[in-house]
Nanobody, 124 residues
Framework: QVRLMESGGASVQAGGSLRLSCAAA????????LGWFRRAPGKAREGVAV???????TYADSVSGRFTISKDSDNNILYLQMDNLKPEDTGVYYC??????????????????WGQGTQVSVSS
């Protein structure tokens, strides 16, 4: 049974940094499409960043240059380094995975598995 367990969410001030982690079980980080999505208060869930088996990454325009997605294939962990955080980054962040080498962009339709989510709150 695939499990995705996020951690690292917290409350920070604007301009601060956080690193989210997602420990994956029963799905190989090395050869899967993995990503981070978020749901801001009152808004639909949106794609933030994805990384494929070839380490090709795609970022939402709103986070490009501030967030970095990466993976530790030996320990089966996905990361999201978030720098220069803004209040509009506030939301629940979800780890996502699909059993495929390449990621179909930031679309939810490509996701096979979801984590429970971790809360990120950024104050001005």
């Amino acid at each position: 049974q695939v499990r995705l367990m996020e951690s690292g969410g917290a409350s920070v001030q604007a301009g601060g940094s956080l690193r989210l982690s997602c420990a994956a079980a029963e799905i190989p980080v090395r050869s899967s499409c993995l990503g981070w999505f978020r749901r801001a208060p009152g808004k639909a869930r949106e794609g933030v960043a994805v990384i494929g088996g070839s380490d090709k990454t795609t970022y939402a325009d709103s986070v490009s240059g501030r967030f970095t997605i990466s993976k530790d294939s030996d320990n089966n962990i996905l990361y999201l380094q978030m720098d220069n955080l803004k209040p509009e980054d506030t939301g629940v962040y979800y780890c996502a995975a699909a059993r495929r080498w390449a990621c179909p962009g930031l679309r939810e339709s490509g996701v096979g598995y979801w984590g429970q989510g971790t809360q990120v709150s950024v104050s001005s």
